[in-house]
């Protein structure tokens, strides 16, 4: 029992002593964030969109930019927003009509 002590100990302890810290999370968000909407400048969407990017700016910490994308009832948007980084810096405003092609990329993606 002894000897399995002292194997664990000499194990465990250069482990602690390395120096492995965790590295430090990056701040976020670090660039301006990207609010696409599907549809046409001055549409409820966009003007939903505006409402919503101004306190959220505040409260980030970083401009917000609205993008308004139209065309095919939405659809160009939401693909441009779907092809984006996976990186958290461009979001999509939209309705259950214009993520369609998001939701049905996804299920064909996961078969």
Do not use: W
């Not at 810290?21 to 001055?42: D, E, K, L």
């Amino acid at each position: 029992m002894m000897k399995r002590l002292i194997l664990l100990a000499c194990a465990v302890i250069p482990i602690g002593m390395s120096g492995a810290n965790p590295a430090p999370a990056q701040v976020y968000p670090s660039r301006p964030v990207t609010i696409i909407v599907p549809f046409a400048a001055g549409g409820t969407t966009d003007v939903i969109a505006r409402i919503i990017g101004e306190p959220m700016s505040r409260s980030l910490g970083q401009q917000l930019i609205v993008e308004n994308v139209g065309g095919a009832g939405g659809t160009t948007g939401s693909t441009r927003a779907m092809r984006a980084s996976p990186d958290g810096y461009t979001l999509v405003l939209g309705n259950m009509g214009t993520h369609t092609p998001i939701i049905k990329a996804a299920l064909v993606k996961a078969q």
